[in-house]
């Protein structure tokens, strides 16, 4: 996702962020020529900001000042498309010679497309943002250095957006190629500092006081409306219809009320995970490329230098990009492009990884297992929470187990390989239609050879290079990585480390491609969170496709195989309509949890989970639970039992009081409960006809 051929990235580590190359130095040389206009100060503001299509053309608009901000039409985000740079390259917006130093070539294939140049990167202070073109400074290096993360980014106090009917969303090309996204970002970058597959800066301009109102927020490769440390925040009248992960994903926000919004995710999800791990690569070998690295890296008796990693890697990305976008495919063709059909292709179309539409956390990510009660020092809860006619529709997934390689193999104190910005370097991953292992010979790792593909060559590639010494110099952040010499040496087929079993190879399971913990499909995910009210809320259509866990990890039934993973067991298989873990004084008031359906796991309306507190739900009810349907059912452990629950009540929660709860049509391969408590006390006040 980051960079271009002639290698820059700005990924940079802690005390890397302004440094350049000796190239860079060169292109700003070259640009001193060029008269590239600054952002100017802003004019006085109207009354209101009318916002086109045209202030999207070459990045995100970025909201640094008060105001009411509205859209005049439908707005469709595909910043530095391919068609767009083309053009800009073809007419001389883009002088030649620039062009040649940024590895542009007429016309500009996907590989070089939708993201920030050079020339658009503003290294130090500037004025109030203003639309420009692809030779105008706007862009934050560090902030943006994941590309354009939003279409918009308010990162001020007291802002209005009304949508005015209309839709916003990132298009299917921006959504292949930009595979982390938020249709609107509250902050100025998508993480707190220190956080996330990249250093983002040192602090976070959090917006304060905004209200979204009245349209739509369409497709999206992740979120609709994603922040962090949040105060104020209004969203009304707002549907949300076509984001993969998230609807709304808060953490740690203090005031959200949510009124009158419909969620439904996406349906024509084209590529699996391991396509973003390609985008997340290409900037690291790029700059390899152009230091001239001396690595090579062996496959299959194979000797790969860098620039045979990268051609392998640009032809895979604009394969699949011709597929999906050019010839309008939606999905990649198995009999022109078998190797990328194999490797990316998304065989169900919905997302591969965790699946929620309203999430709120504490403040900070929300990609490990369920948590508990902040303590308001080192975790920031989430609080003062109101949702009202809020629902969630049809939302699918099929939530996909990626083992990941214990770096320390049989020694204790290990963690999984990932590459430099956290993706796990996979070696299991299975054809999605024969199920054939895709880079290893076998899956018994007995007599498992590295075969390869351009993905994992290209990231132990990377891991090499930095044993070689050819990474960590320069701008791009290498500290996430720690593939060890040993399977590096696996990789190459080196005497004596043949096999997965000659490395003395062990896993880590329950993760997805980014390791994070894998927690299934959730509607409402309200946890870390106190001082809630939802009101006439419901869940209508929640299905996960996903597998029974890997056995692979062995027996952590009553244990945890994921490092960041509380709960024991397996939990990719779960179904939750609503999920309250580490929350308190929440208020649940007529919600209704219907038609959620689990193939390999179980099903549940309401789930109380962890440490959470004085949890009430009134008038709640669940119905037509469907648990462990699947031709595919757990027969041994990681995997509990594949049970339908109309609430279920965990050991250590206090306070939980149901009044009037109901929970029928109920199956699940292990049994059925109208509550599964496990609490010391919860409360149960009456029930509707079909419990008593």
């Given at each position: 996702?980051?960079?271009n051929s002639?290698?820059?990235?700005?990924?940079?580590?802690?005390?890397?962020?302004?440094?350049?190359?000796?190239?860079?130095?060169?292109?700003?040389?070259?640009?001193?020529?060029?008269?590239?206009?600054?952002?100017?100060?802003?004019?006085?503001?109207?009354?209101?900001?009318?916002?086109?299509?045209?202030?999207?053309?070459?990045?995100?608009?970025?909201?640094?000042?008060?105001?009411?901000?509205?859209?005049?039409?439908?707005?469709?985000?595909?910043?530095?498309?391919?068609?767009?740079?083309?053009?800009?390259?073809?007419?001389?917006?883009?002088?030649?010679?620039?062009?040649?130093?940024?590895?542009?070539?007429?016309p500009?294939?996907?590989?070089?497309?939708g993201m920030?140049?050079?020339?658009?990167?503003?290294?130090?202070?500037?004025?109030?943002?203003?639309?420009?073109?692809?030779?105008?400074?706007?862009?934050?290096?560090a902030?943006?250095?994941?590309?354009?993360?939003?279409?918009?980014?308010?990162?001020?106090?007291?802002?209005?957006?009304?949508?005015?009917?209309?839709?916003?969303?990132?298009?299917?090309?921006?959504?292949?190629?930009?595979?982390?996204?938020a249709?609107?970002?509250?902050?100025?970058?998508?993480f707190?500092?220190?956080?996330?597959?990249?250093s983002?800066?040192?602090?976070?301009d959090?917006?304060?006081?905004?209200?979204?109102?009245?349209?739509?927020?369409?497709?999206?490769?992740?979120h609709?409306?994603?922040?962090?440390?949040?105060?104020?925040?209004?969203?009304?009248?707002?549907?949300?219809?076509?984001?993969?992960?998230?609807?709304?994903?808060?953490?740690?926000?203090?005031?959200?009320?949510?009124?009158?919004?419909?969620?439904?995710?996406r349906?024509?999800?084209?590529?699996?995970g391991?396509f973003?791990?390609?985008?997340f690569i290409?900037?690291?070998?790029?700059?390899?490329v152009r230091?001239?690295?001396?690595?090579?890296?062996t496959?299959?008796?194979?000797?790969?230098?860098?620039?045979?990693?990268?051609?392998?890697?640009?032809?895979?990305?604009?394969n699949?990009h011709?597929?999906?976008?050019?010839?309008?495919?939606?999905?990649?063709?198995?009999?022109?492009?078998?190797?990328?059909?194999?490797?990316f292709?998304?065989?169900h179309?919905?997302i591969?990884?965790?699946?929620?539409?309203?999430?709120?956390?504490?403040?900070?990510?929300?990609?490990?297992?369920?948590?508990?009660?902040?303590?308001?020092?080192?975790?920031?809860?989430?609080?003062?929470?109101?949702?009202?006619n809020?629902?969630v529709?049809d939302?699918?997934?099929?939530?996909?187990?990626?083992?990941?390689?214990?770096?320390?193999?049989?020694?204790a104190?290990?963690?999984?390989?990932?590459?430099?910005?956290?993706?796990?370097?996979?070696v299991?991953?299975l054809?999605?239609?024969?199920?054939?292992?895709v880079?290893?010979?076998?899956?018994?790792?007995a007599?498992?050879?590295?075969?390869?593909?351009v993905?994992?060559?290209?990231?132990?590639?990377?891991?090499?290079?930095?044993?070689?010494?050819?990474?960590?110099?320069?701008?791009?952040?290498?500290?996430r990585?720690?593939?060890?010499?040993?399977?590096?040496n696996?990789?190459?087929g080196?005497?004596?480390?043949?096999?997965?079993?000659?490395?003395?190879?062990?896993?880590?399971?329950?993760?997805d491609?980014?390791?994070?913990?894998?927690?299934?499909?959730?509607?409402?995910?309200?946890?870390?969170?106190?001082?809630?009210?939802?009101?006439n809320?419901?869940?209508?259509?929640?299905?996960?496709?996903?597998?029974?866990?890997?056995?692979?990890?062995?027996?952590?039934?009553?244990?945890?195989?994921?490092p960041?993973?509380?709960?024991?067991?397996?939990?990719?298989?779960?179904?939750?309509?609503y999920t309250?873990?580490g929350?308190?004084?929440?208020?649940?008031?007529?919600?209704?949890?219907?038609?959620?359906?689990?193939?390999?796991?179980?099903?549940?309306?309401?789930?109380?989970?962890?440490?959470?507190?004085?949890?009430?739900?009134?008038?709640?009810?669940?119905?037509d639970?469907?648990?462990?349907?699947?031709?595919?059912?757990?027969?041994?452990?990681?995997n509990g039992?594949?049970?339908?629950?109309?609430?279920?009540?965990?050991?250590?929660?206090?306070?939980?009081?149901?009044?009037?709860?109901?929970?029928?049509?109920?199956?699940g391969?292990?049994?059925?409960?109208?509550?599964?408590?496990?609490?010391?006390?919860?409360?149960?006040?009456?029930?509707?006809?079909?419990?008593?």
């Open positions: 996702m980051w960079g002639v290698g820059y990235s700005p990924v940079f580590g802690d005390g890397q962020r302004r440094k350049t190359s000796i190239l860079l130095v060169a292109l700003a040389v070259m640009f001193s020529l060029i008269v590239i206009p600054g952002p100017e100060a802003s004019a006085t503001r109207e009354d209101v900001v009318w916002l086109t299509q045209s202030d999207f053309t070459y990045g995100t608009y970025i909201i640094d000042q008060p105001g009411t901000y509205k859209l005049k039409e439908d707005i469709s985000f595909n910043p530095n498309s391919p068609a767009t740079l083309s053009k800009a390259v073809a007419t001389g917006v883009i002088p030649a010679e620039l062009a040649a130093a940024l590895g542009l070539a007429n500009v294939d996907a590989y070089h497309s920030p140049l050079f020339t658009q990167f503003q290294f130090g202070p500037g004025s109030a943002f203003s639309p420009g073109g692809p030779l105008d400074a706007r862009y934050d290096p902030g943006y250095g994941v590309g354009f993360f939003a279409a918009i980014a308010i990162q001020t106090d007291g802002v209005t957006l009304d949508l005015n009917g209309h839709t916003l969303e990132q298009s299917a090309e921006h959504a292949l190629l930009q595979r982390f996204f249709i609107i970002e509250l902050a100025d970058q998508p707190l500092p220190a956080q996330g597959p990249a983002f800066g040192s602090e976070l959090a917006a304060t006081n905004v209200t979204i109102k009245n349209g739509t927020l369409g497709r999206s490769s992740h609709g409306i994603h922040g962090n440390a949040n105060v104020n925040v209004t969203v009304k009248n707002v549907n949300f219809n076509g984001y993969e992960v998230g609807a709304v994903a808060l953490n740690g926000v203090d005031g959200l009320l949510i009124q009158n919004s419909v969620a439904r995710n349906r024509n999800v084209p590529v699996v391991t973003s791990s390609a985008m290409k900037a690291y070998i790029d700059d390899l230091t001239s690295s001396a690595t090579t890296l496959v299959d008796g194979e000797i790969l230098s860098a620039t045979d990693i990268q051609s392998a890697l640009q032809t895979s990305i604009n699949v011709h597929d999906v976008i050019v010839a309008k495919k939606g999905y990649i063709d198995p009999a022109t492009h078998p190797d990328e059909y194999a490797l292709h998304n065989k179309g919905l591969d990884g965790n699946s929620y539409s309203f999430l709120l956390n504490n403040i900070g990510v929300a990609v490990n297992g369920f948590p508990f009660v902040p303590d308001g020092v080192t975790k920031v809860a989430s609080q003062n929470i109101v949702m009202k809020v629902k529709v939302q699918d997934s099929f939530i996909n187990e990626i083992p990941a390689i214990d770096s320390n193999g049989t020694a104190g290990g963690t999984a390989i990932i590459d430099p910005v956290g993706a796990v370097f996979q299991r991953n054809h999605p239609v024969t199920g054939a292992p880079t290893i010979s076998s899956l018994d790792d007599t498992a050879r590295y075969l390869g593909n993905v994992a060559n290209a990231q132990a590639f990377v891991a090499k290079a930095k044993l070689n010494g050819d990474l960590g110099t320069g701008v791009l952040d290498v500290t990585l720690n593939m060890p010499t040993s399977v590096v696996w990789v190459e080196v005497s004596g480390s043949e096999t997965l079993a000659s490395i003395g190879t062990t896993y880590f399971c329950n993760g491609s980014m390791f994070h913990v894998n927690k299934g499909t959730i509607g409402f995910k309200i946890d870390a969170a106190k001082n809630v009210r939802l009101t809320t419901g869940v209508i259509g929640l299905e996960n496709l996903g597998l029974p866990g890997d056995g692979i990890c062995g027996d952590y039934s009553e244990g945890q195989s994921h960041a993973d509380p709960l024991p067991g397996y939990g990719g298989a779960f179904v939750r309509a309250f873990s929350s308190e004084d929440v208020v649940v008031n007529r919600a209704t949890a219907s038609g959620l359906s689990s193939m390999s796991g179980p099903a549940v309306g309401f789930a109380v989970l962890n440490d959470s507190d004085n949890v009430r739900f009134v008038n709640s009810k669940a119905n639970l469907n648990a462990g349907w699947g031709s595919v059912l757990p027969t041994a452990a990681p039992p594949s049970y339908a629950a109309g609430f279920y009540i965990s050991a250590n929660s206090n306070g939980t009081v149901i009044t009037k709860g109901c929970a029928t049509s109920l199956f391969y292990d049994g059925t409960y109208f509550v599964h408590d496990l609490s010391p006390g919860a409360v149960i006040k009456g029930s509707c006809s079909a419990n008593n």
